[in-house]
Structures are given as C-alpha cells and as structure tokens.
C-alpha cells in the first residue's frame, strides 16, 4: 500500500487507494489523495480544501465502517489531467478529475462522490 502522503503512481489507482484507507478508517490517508484545495461534492455537501474534506470523512467514518470496492473504468487523460470514473455496487457513478503534480504523483482536484444516474422512462 502507498504511503498515505503520496498520491497514486497512476490516476485509475487513486480509487483503489480510497477503499484501502476508507476500510481502514484512515481519515488522513483519505485527505492525502487530494490536492490542498481540491472540491469535494457528495449530494448537498461540498467540502473545499483539506479541513472540510477532513471533517467530511471523519463524519462518514463514524457512521460506516465498510466499503466495498468500486468497478474502476478507464481514465481519459490529457497531459498532467485525467478524469476517473467508477461504479460503486449501488450502482451511482464516482466521477474525479485528478492531476499528476511535478513529482509525478496523482491527487484529485474535483471528486463528485456519488453521482446516481436517472431511471430510464
């Protein structure tokens, strides 16, 4: 397992990483993958930078304690970019765009946790 200050070698592993920590209760681990200022969005909650993902993840923590892994499909890359997708097992879509910083690690910028799609009519 990558140490929790070091971003992913790779953007697809960044979801992997995420389940790792996230079973573990690994609050620091989790604010680790994401750049300093980076957006996260989850429903109504939007937490900016690392204090408010950390008091985001130490709140879910308390309340669940197991995640199963995500079906991680292949990122679309554009230089130091790439946006990740994966489907969680309740079907709704995890959407990220994450960015290679100059010591070649991944970090999301932007994680829309959960995105659940629409019932076809």
Not at 35 to 56: K, N, Q, S, W, Y
Request: proline share 7%; with cysteine; hydrophobic share 45%.
């Amino acid at each position: 397992m990558e140490q929790a200050g070091s971003g992913a070698g790779a953007p697809e592993e960044l979801a992997g990483l995420f389940n790792q920590r996230a079973n573990a209760g690994d609050v620091e681990g989790l604010v680790a993958l994401y750049e300093p200022d980076a957006v996260l969005a989850a429903g109504d909650v939007v937490a900016t930078g690392h204090a408010e993902i950390r008091r985001f993840y130490t709140d879910l923590l308390a309340r669940r304690s197991e995640f199963p892994a995500a079906t991680v499909l292949p990122p679309v890359r554009k230089g130091d970019l790439a946006l990740t997708f994966a489907t969680l097992p309740n079907g709704a879509l995890s959407v990220e765009v994450a960015r290679c910083g100059p010591e070649g690690r991944w970090l999301w910028v932007i994680d829309q946790l959960k995105v659940r799609l629409p019932k076809p009519a």
